[in-house]
């Protein structure tokens, strides 16, 4: 069982940055590939980035290249997510995910980013 926790969220204006954090629990977080999903009032729940294992490679959504980074460290069992030049349509609940194949799938419980035009 893996729990995760994101905080980091908040109110910031376009063009702000925010840092989002996942912290998990459990000795086994290096073995789970990790990514952030988001999901916005009235939209289904969208893919943001994703990390593998040891962190060499990501994974993003087209509309968060270049202005989002996925990062970990498995020393601390935790996942970032640096957001930059943030836009209205980034406003959405922020969701942390832990995949591991073929059974494994654990959810955070959200962290709200809200950015004012």
């Known amino acids: 069982q893996v729990q995760l926790v994101e905080s980091g969220g908040g109110l910031v204006q376009t063009g702000g940055s925010l840092r989002l954090s996942c912290a998990a629990s459990?000795?086994?977080?290096?073995?789970?590939?990790m990514g952030w999903f988001r999901q916005a009032p009235g939209k289904e729940r969208e893919f943001v980035a994703a990390?593998?294992?040891?962190?060499?490679?990501?994974l993003y959504a087209d509309s968060m290249k270049g202005r989002f980074t996925i990062s970990r460290d498995n020393a601390k069992i935790t996942v970032y997510l640096q957001m930059n030049s943030l836009k209205p349509e980034d406003t959405a609940v922020y969701y942390c995910?832990?995949?591991?194949?073929?059974?494994?799938?654990?959810w955070g419980q959200g962290t709200q980013v809200t950015v004012s035009s």
């Open positions: 995910h832990a995949l591991r194949i073929p059974n494994y799938n654990y």
């Open positions: 459990g000795h086994t977080f290096s073995s789970y590939t």
């Open positions: 990390i593998n294992r040891s962190g060499g490679n990501t």
